[in-house]
């Protein structure tokens, strides 16, 4: 294909994000042309921006645009309409057009999904999860657990803002609740997702600080997924590993989202690895 195709990316701010250059893998792979124009967009500005988007519905080139933060949120009432699993995480990361309508798809969710069934973790519903955080990506996280029907526990510095996550999110058929790391069962635990943004780009600081006999209680093959990327190995990700549990970092997930979303927009399949190796390239260039 020779035509240029277009999309964006607004967040603020929007200098250190990797998703530009994810993107330009994903059109060299599939040998497609085309932008992905990052821009900083003010809180304030977003409206506005979202309206001068819709300006571009007519051209078939301009095939959407990613949302990171602040926006995820709010830019859910500037929408036409939400796929089902961003109305239930109540967050959007990807703006596409269907019909002419301006529509608004959580990505992030099934992106972490594919990333820790790469990462080699077989859905047990007889097992437990333990979750750390209870913000905006902590939500995509839920969603990934609860429709594997793994019970959770949330794990959050503010234990208020888990609570009122786990009185949102449970079903009859599911369970998930508020927890403190003393009341958790260690020995049933064989996945811990970090969604809170402890240690992002600060590799001292850790979400969980367990002793080494909690550490040690884990079953066999206990996988720590560390949503966060930079720095590559987190203080959680070194701990987890040095008491013997398997850990993997967020670069999988971004590159799922980011082969979904490009999906949403061209119809291509781009293969996660591309993405995963363009991505660590542009982070060695920038360490
Ligand atoms: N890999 C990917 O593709 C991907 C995708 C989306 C997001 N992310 C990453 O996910 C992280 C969370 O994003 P978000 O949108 O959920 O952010 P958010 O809504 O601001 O939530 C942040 C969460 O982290 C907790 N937290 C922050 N600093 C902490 C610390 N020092 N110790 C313990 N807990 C701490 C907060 O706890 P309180 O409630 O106590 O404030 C809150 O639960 C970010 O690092 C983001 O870059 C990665």
Redesign the pocket.
Same mark, same amino acid.
């Given at each position: 294909m020779s035509a240029e195709l277009r999309a964006y990316l607004f967040a603020h701010p929007v200098a250190h994000t990797l998703s530009p250059v994810i993107h330009r893998a994903a059109l060299a792979a599939v040998g497609m042309h085309g932008s992905y124009r990052p821009e900083d967009v003010a809180p304030q500005d977003l409206a506005a921006r979202l309206l001068a988007l819709r300006a571009e519905a007519l051209n078939p080139l301009t095939v959407g645009a990613n949302l990171s933060?602040p926006h995820?949120v709010a830019a859910l009432p500037l929408l036409d309409g939400l796929t089902p699993a961003a109305r239930a995480i109540g967050a959007v990361n990807t703006l596409y057009w269907e019909d002419g309508q301006l529509l608004g798809d959580n990505t992030?969710a099934p992106?972490l999904q594919a990333a820790l069934r790469d990462a080699g973790f077989a859905p047990d519903q007889a097992s437990q999860a333990v979750l750390?955080?209870?913000?905006?990506?902590?939500r995509?996280a839920l969603w990934v657990l609860r429709d594997w029907g793994i019970p959770a526990q949330i794990l959050? $510095?503010?234990l208020g $803002?888990a609570e009122a996550l786990a009185e949102e999110w449970a079903t009859p058929s599911w369970t998930v609740e508020a927890a403190r790391p003393e009341e958790v069962d260690w020995s049933a635990v064989r996945l811990i997702i970090n969604?809170?943004?402890?240690g992002?780009d600060r590799p001292e600081?850790t979400?969980l600080l367990l002793s080494a006999a909690q550490w040690e209680a884990l079953p066999a093959g206990a996988l720590v997924y560390d949503?966060?990327?930079r720095p590559r190995l987190t203080r959680l990700r070194r701990d987890a590993e040095q008491h013997g549990c398997r850990s993997e970092g967020?670069?999988g997930?971004?590159a799922h989202?980011a082969a979904l979303a490009f999906r949403r927009w061209t119809g291509a399949e781009v293969s996660a690895g591309v993405l995963i190796e363009a991505a660590q390239a542009e982070l060695g260039r920038s360490a």
């Open positions: 933060l995820k992030d992106g750390l955080g209870a913000g905006g990506a902590a995509a959050n $510095r503010t $803002r969604a809170s943004s402890a992002l600081e979400p949503i966060v990327y967020g670069l997930m971004l989202q």
